[in-house]
């Protein structure tokens, strides 16, 4: 039987081991699985087209995947329209579709719980001052607020007070900064970005200045696309390491996450790999045949995820190729799979909230 969504919430977002995390990730997902199929007409169709019946799965391997392009063509939805309270969109270059997640108000509150329940685990419980590595003018664009403005203001739960690194021009703005860490001066402070624009922005530009801040009590967290920066031949430990020189960071941590899962994000932990909480999992396919690849074995990404009861979004088939490093023994102490992202796959469109400002750069 699944268990209540609101108990799942009470457990500690890493503390399941393989077998108790299957268990109930399974009983959850099957219920899913069941939910959609039963309100959503496009998604019966599809498993009725696979001879799939959700009262067949026995495993989380069994459970039925889409691909996350389906959410660019198709409207899938679960509720009826007067319960959607929001509609999400990815980023995307100009002409591209983006996709449309709809959310009600139970999968909406469920992302944020989520996502304050895996972030304050890096962060803390309480919240910091917070420098978002971005300008201000990206929440009054509506073309762009769909996927920066959405993270920023995800993000912003764990801000305590916010300011802009950068100005309408996408400039860093010094006075500003030398202002706000001044103003928090000895307490611990949060720097939120995509991962693109931390770069061009932020480190790049105060390389170039030759300021120097004291940033030694602060830690970063960062999002988006590696495309543009895997061009210029920087690699997430190189990312680190010049931030450090440029202001002493001493904690960066990545995440990768998308706007058809949002709230299940995979931070990056201090040995630099990619974690699932509980409310999520990974599971790599061989590209050939779809079977389940093995620890270091690369392959496509496909994410789970017990959230979305508005949108069948719960077993996803995404563009990205990873590998898997490993369960239950990352040296960081956290339980459940660890991972590695390699790249986007071959052919695959630019979707990243970095890779999608990068390529109109």
């Not at 999968?107 to 201000?136: C, E, N």
């Not at 061009?231 to 996450?257: I, K, N, T």
């Not at 789970?304 to 009861?309: F, G």
């Not at 490993?326 to 909230?353: H, M, V």
């Amino acid at each position: 039987m699944s268990l209540p969504f609101n108990e799942i919430l009470n457990i500690a977002p890493y503390s399941l081991a393989r077998e108790e995390k299957r268990a109930m990730l399974l009983a959850r997902l099957q219920a899913l699985t069941a939910h959609h199929y039963d309100r959503c007409d496009a998604y019966r169709g599809m498993l009725d087209a696979q001879s799939v019946n959700p009262a067949s799965i026995v495993a989380l391997e069994d459970v039925p995947f889409l691909p996350v392009s389906l959410f660019k063509s198709l409207a899938l939805k679960s509720i009826p329209d007067d319960e959607v309270v929001k509609t999400m969109t990815s980023s995307g270059t100009t002409g591209q579709q983006v996709s449309r997640i709809f959310l009600d108000k139970t999968t909406a509150s469920y992302q944020q719980k989520v996502l304050v329940k895996i972030v304050s685990q890096f962060t803390g419980a309480s919240r910091l001052p917070m420098l978002v590595i971005d300008s201000p003018d990206v929440l009054k664009d509506r073309l762009q607020f769909s996927a920066r403005g959405a993270g920023i203001l995800g993000f912003s739960l764990f801000g305590a007070d916010r300011a802009w690194a950068l100005d309408e021009n996408m400039a860093l703005n010094i006075p500003v900064i030398e202002a706000f860490l001044e103003k928090h001066q000895g307490k611990r402070i949060l720097l939120f970005g995509f991962t693109f624009m931390v770069w061009q922005h932020f480190y790049k530009a105060l390389a170039a200045s030759g300021k120097k801040l004291a940033l030694d009590n602060a830690l970063l967290i960062h999002g988006g696309g590696w495309k543009k920066l895997q061009h210029e031949a920087v690699s997430p430990a190189d990312f680190a390491r010049r931030l450090q020189d440029v202001c002493g960071l001493p904690a960066v941590h990545d995440y990768y996450g998308m706007v058809e899962q949002t709230g299940c994000i995979y931070m990056q932990c201090e040995q630099g790999h990619l974690h699932a909480s509980i409310f999520s999992d990974v599971i790599i396919r061989d590209p050939h045949n779809f079977a389940c690849a093995p620890v270091g074995q690369p392959g496509i990404i496909q994410v789970l995820s017990l959230l979305p009861e508005s949108y069948p979004g719960h077993a996803l088939l995404t563009e990205d190729e990873g590998v898997l490093l490993g369960e239950d023994d990352c040296p960081c102490g956290r339980k459940g799979k660890y991972f590695r992202i390699l790249g986007r796959l071959k052919k695959a469109e630019l979707r990243g909230c970095s890779d999608t400002y990068a390529a109109e750069f």
